[in-house]
């Protein structure tokens, strides 16, 4: 998205998630399901931003907080939606089926 490419940005995350799904490996799933969001945020889908925020949880445990990105990731979503349905959509995150990939 940076580089002014979503379309390929996208293209790049669903192999992300699929490989990672395939793997079964929580901590990737949650890099992918962090940046998924990032992008979703910026493509202006501020509740499947929060939703893949809510698979990282799922699948790591936690948000990588040490993340200035993933911080402002969370705090977009917050400011778009409000706190109780940001909160309503990261907990639709955590209840995604571990097979299905975290892409915008």
Do not use: C, F, I
């Amino acid at each position: 998205m940076a580089l002014g490419r979503p379309d390929e940005a996208r293209e790049r995350l669903e192999q992300a998630g699929k490989a990672a799904v395939a793997a079964d490996d929580g901590p990737v799933l949650g890099v992918v399901a962090e940046t998924s969001a990032r992008w979703a945020l910026d493509a202006g889908d501020a509740e499947r931003a929060g939703e893949l925020l809510g698979v990282a949880l799922a699948r790591r445990g936690a948000l990588h907080l040490g993340l200035p990105e993933v911080v402002a990731t969370l705090e977009g979503v917050r400011a778009r939606l409000g706190p109780a349905a940001a909160d309503a959509a990261l907990d639709r995150g955590r209840a995604w089926s571990r097979d299905a990939p975290p892409v915008p």
